[in-house]
């Protein structure tokens, strides 16, 4: 228990460039004094103190604004930044060397039974008030951007942001979701038209035509409507 507790303050030293000394950190991170209260939560509830858990637990609450049930799984090196309004629910796995900011909710859409809660890899980081909602798995550096919801499974190496969630690079490239696209119908149809009057042109050896759509854009609608048809 003192092993993590030594951890726990080193790993905080390491990731927050406020944090001055280990006393400093033992006395005043509230992230620190979450996890030392669930590392007794969680062993009560494993020896089946499940009452004496959530005592633990809910008192961690009062004095820490972080309520971590104590059914959660959670690893190494995880640090709780700040730690206000933090919710991590009974059935979420944290892997290890996890950064948490203030306001994160890891908990159920209230929608599943059994495992509920997120699944959450390794060197991953949630942002301040993002949400992570369901059994969804989240991958190995993964970012979750700051206020985002997110639903669904995202991969390893990806940074997910917004509501709901979408993903914004992966390996550290830019992503660029094609799906996003809207169809437009009536920019669709003046194309169709354009291709009848190039056509025509072309057959009567004139170029009359001044085309307000782009070839380019008329190139790939076609291109779109071949793979349809
Ligand atoms: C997500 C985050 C970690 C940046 O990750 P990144 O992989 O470096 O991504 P980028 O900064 O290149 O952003 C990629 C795109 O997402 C957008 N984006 C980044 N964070 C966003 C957010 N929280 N919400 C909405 N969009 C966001 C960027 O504007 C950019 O858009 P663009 O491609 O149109 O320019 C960061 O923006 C963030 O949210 N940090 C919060 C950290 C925190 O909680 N701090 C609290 C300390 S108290």
Redesign the pocket.
Known sequence: MFDHLKNDIAVALEKDPAAKSKLEVLLTYSGVKALAYYRVAHALHKRKFRLLARIVSQSAKRKTGIEIHPGAKIGDRVFI??GAGVVIGETTEIGDNVTI??GVTLGGTGKDVGKRHPTIGSNV??????KVLGPVVIGDYV??????VVLKDVPPHS????VPGRI??QY?E?VNDLDQKLPDPILEEFARLNNRIIALEEKLGVHACKYSISNEIIENISNNNSKKD
Do not use: F
């Open positions: 930044d700040h900011y203030q980081m949630i942002s301040a008030g993002a970012k979750v951007g700051a206020g985002s940074t997910i942001v917004g914004v690079r550290g830019k």
